[in-house]
C-alpha cells in the first residue's frame, strides 16, 4: 500500500509562494530518495528537484535553481517543495515520485519507480 499524496498547489501571482508537500505511507521513507516533478499541458515531464535519503544531496533543475528549496522530515515521512518568485512558466502539475537509492544520492533524471497523484500549480500575470 504505498502510496504518496501531494498537497499544497494552488493559483498564485507572478512573484509568489508556494510550499508542496508530499506525505509517505506504506514503505520505508527514510530509505528512499525523493524527488519532484512537474508537467505542463503540451510539454515534456521535467524533473524538478530531488534529496537523498537522508537530506545531505540535493539537486535542482537549472529552471528553478536559486527560487525553489526542497528538503524532508523523515519523522513525519514528508518531502517538501518551497517555491517562491514564482514565474507563469513554474505553471504545472506538480509530481512527487521516490526511489531506493542508497543513502547519499539523487538525480532528476532518475527514472522513479512510484509517484503520486500531482497537485496542480497556476501562475496567472
Known amino acids: 500500500q504505498l502510496q504518496l499524496v501531494e498537497s499544497g498547489g494552488g493559483l498564485v501571482q507572478p512573484g509568489g509562494s508556494l510550499r508542496l508537500s508530499c506525505v509517505a505511507s506504506?514503505?520505508?521513507?527514510?530509505?528512499?530518495?525523493m524527488a519532484w516533478f512537474r508537467q505542463a499541458p503540451g510539454k515534456e515531464r521535467e524533473g524538478v528537484s530531488c534529496?537523498?535519503?537522508?537530506?545531505?544531496?540535493?539537486e535542482y533543475a537549472d529552471s528553478v535553481k536559486g527560487r525553489f528549496t526542497i528538503s524532508r522530515d523523515n519523522a513525519k515521512n514528508t518531502v517538501y517543495l518551497q517555491m517562491n518568485s514564482l514565474k507563469p512558466e513554474d505553471a504545472a502539475v506538480y509530481y512527487c515520485?521516490?526511489?531506493?537509492?542508497?543513502?547519499?544520492?539523487?538525480?532528476?533524471?532518475?527514472?522513479?519507480?512510484?509517484w503520486g497523484q500531482g497537485t496542480q500549480v497556476t501562475v496567472f500575470s
Open positions: 515520485a521516490a526511489d531506493y537509492l542508497g543513502d547519499y544520492y539523487c538525480s532528476v533524471q532518475h527514472e522513479y519507480e512510484h
Open positions: 506504506g514503505f520505508a521513507f527514510d530509505y528512499y530518495a
Open positions: 534529496i537523498s535519503s537522508r537530506g545531505g544531496t540535493t
